[in-house]
């Protein structure tokens, strides 16, 4: 169970990191949303942004295909003169990727007449190789196949279930890599192999600047995963998977695109925050109970438990998870007090205001 949360977690990752990557190339791509996306038979666009339900190219994209859709499909008449950087539930590819494919999907497919020819990087659920690929391939998936049609010009690196079948032919080392679907569950805010040291003095830099500039909320967000830690973690779950689908549904809108990117930098922000929060409330309740009643005592302790929790195997990142949870709820019913602390009072105030 693990590996498959892991595996999501590498799916939502590549999709953040597709979409901002995208971000500098906005002004000069072609921008088009909606429904339906076709480029036609015949028809010849440039680099193209895309934010749809439903993407077909049957014609040429002469440049980066990029975005974020339910389907996308490039048929046998399609050709890609770039890179194909997507998030989808599906991915299909029966025509002509001239640059690398590097996608976070359910579905992912290379049909018999596929051929891409640079390299293809797939984080999925289910994975079907029958085309050709030049370069090397790196799959991360539940289920991976590689059907006798396959033609891979470099190695295949894996993590799954793989079938090869016997007429697949394959230039380089098939190696089984349990570092791309990530074998062992670790949610931390900060990227893997910037080492625990660099990790630990950017919490703390963080823990501070919250400390320093938000006093007064810092002890509401704490007192509250402190007194409600369970209501605190179901809002967390919710909000979870509430915040990524608002994303989506604004990615859709014709001018989304740019405030979707805005909102997962936010979002990545408020993730990272949260933990930081939900380490320093834990060290502060734990304290309190000593007798020492210190913030930035509680700070250095809780980030210290948690640079060690976090060297721990599955336990380490299923725990810090948790915290995640617990202190991305607490964010979010302090920020709901506030804003019905206001509300009330611009009641109060029209009530009290004298009749004209």
Not at 82 to 90: P, R, S
């Amino acid at each position: 169970m693990s590996t498959l949360i892991a595996r999501r977690v590498l799916a939502l990752v590549m999709v953040l990191t597709l979409v901002l990557a995208a971000g500098p190339g906005l002004a000069a791509a072609e921008t088009r949303a909606g429904s339906t996306v076709t480029v036609g038979p015949g028809e010849t666009v440039d680099s193209l942004q895309v934010a749809a339900a439903s993407v077909v190219v049957h014609g040429t994209v002469n440049g980066n295909l990029d975005g974020v859709a339910a389907e996308v499909r490039i048929s046998e008449t399609g050709v890609v003169n770039g890179d194909v950087n997507v998030a989808a539930a599906t991915l299909h590819i029966d025509g002509e990727v001239r640059g690398d494919v590097s996608t976070g999907v359910a579905t992912f497919v290379l049909g018999e007449a596929g051929a891409v020819a640079g390299s293809v990087n797939v984080g999925a659920a289910d994975a079907t190789l029958a085309g050709q690929v030049d370069g090397d391939v790196a799959v991360g998936a539940d289920r991976i196949l590689v059907a006798d049609t396959a033609v891979l010009g470099g190695e295949l690196r894996y993590d799954g279930d793989l079938t090869q079948r016997s007429g697949a032919a394959i230039a380089g080392d098939v190696v089984r890599d349990d570092s791309i679907g990530g074998a062992e569950f670790q949610f931390s805010p900060i990227p893997d192999g910037v080492g625990a040291v660099y990790g630990l003095l950017a919490n703390l830099v963080l823990g501070a600047v919250l400390l320093v500039a938000f006093p007064g909320t810092t002890r509401k967000i704490s007192n509250t995963i402190v007194g409600q830690p369970v209501r605190a973690g179901a809002f967390g779950f919710l909000a979870l998977f509430a915040v990524p689908l608002a994303l989506l549904v604004l990615a859709l809108t014709i001018v989304g695109l740019p405030l979707t990117v805005l909102g997962a930098m936010l979002f990545a922000l408020v993730a990272w925050t949260a933990v930081v929060y939900g380490w320093f409330a834990a060290a502060s309740w734990t304290l309190g109970r000593l007798d020492v009643e210190n913030d930035w005592a509680a700070l250095a302790v809780g980030l210290l438990v948690a640079a060690v929790v976090g060297l721990v195997p599955i336990l380490g990142g299923i725990l810090t998870f948790l915290v995640f949870l617990v202190g991305l709820g607490a964010i979010a019913l302090v920020l709901d007090g506030y804003r019905r602390d206001r509300r009330n009072a611009r009641r109060g105030a029209t009530t009290d205001a004298p009749a004209a």
